[in-house]
């Protein structure tokens, strides 16, 4: 989806400065000789002693200048790995979507006996992942229980599925909200 805003984006400011360009070395607006500027000193003094001019102009750049800062930090914020480099043994290798493998681990997770949800991120290169998970444990849950379970099972599968020779992991844990029991 950033790939796509990003073309758009930056075919507009394209077609724009091509336009701008366009239209200046056309002539317009008409110039007589050289020595012609493109903007006389009556227009650029016009606007002034108009009591609107300036806020309206600081304004306007004050919202580009956070739609740009917003456009650059949206490209630094890639937090989720696209692909993985799986090793096929003929040196060529193959990807696999970064996705698949969240998927592939998230349902593993979420088939553990005592996990109520779970998310997973994969960060890193993609030659080296590594793998946020989430846990939102059921109330009667053992979290060691559960570690051992995501070490043993999910990561483990994952990892020799996509042929790592290590997939290290952060999961953080948290107990669902739960009622309180009632003694009857």
């Given at each position: 989806m950033l790939s796509i805003v990003n073309r758009v984006l930056l075919g507009v400011v394209g077609l724009v400065l091509a336009g701008v360009g366009a239209v200046v070395l056309a002539g317009w607006p008409p110039s007589d000789g050289r020595n012609d500027v493109l903007l006389s000193r009556a227009d650029r003094t016009r606007w002034r002693d108009t009591g609107w001019w300036w806020p309206a102009v600081i304004a306007a750049l004050a919202v580009l200048f956070v739609l740009a800062l917003c456009w650059f930090l949206a490209q630094?914020?890639?937090?989720?790995?696209?692909?993985?480099?799986?090793?096929?043994g003929d040196g060529e290798g193959a990807l696999l979507r970064g996705r698949a493998l969240e998927s592939a681990l998230l349902a593993?997770?979420?088939?553990?006996?005592?996990?109520?949800?779970?998310?997973?991120?994969?960060?890193?290169?993609?030659?080296?992942?590594?793998?946020?998970?989430?846990l939102v444990l059921e109330p009667r849950a053992e979290p060691t229980r559960m570690l051992d379970g995501v070490r043993a099972e999910a990561l483990e599968r994952a990892r020799s599925s996509a042929g790592l020779e290590r997939l290290p992991a952060e999961v953080r844990l948290r107990v669902a909200r739960h009622g309180a029991e009632r003694a009857r």
């Open positions: 630094l914020r890639r937090r989720r790995l696209q692909e993985v480099l799986v090793e096929t593993d997770a979420e088939s553990l006996d005592g996990v109520e949800r779970a998310h997973v991120l994969l960060r890193g290169r993609r030659t080296t992942p590594e793998a946020r998970m989430g």
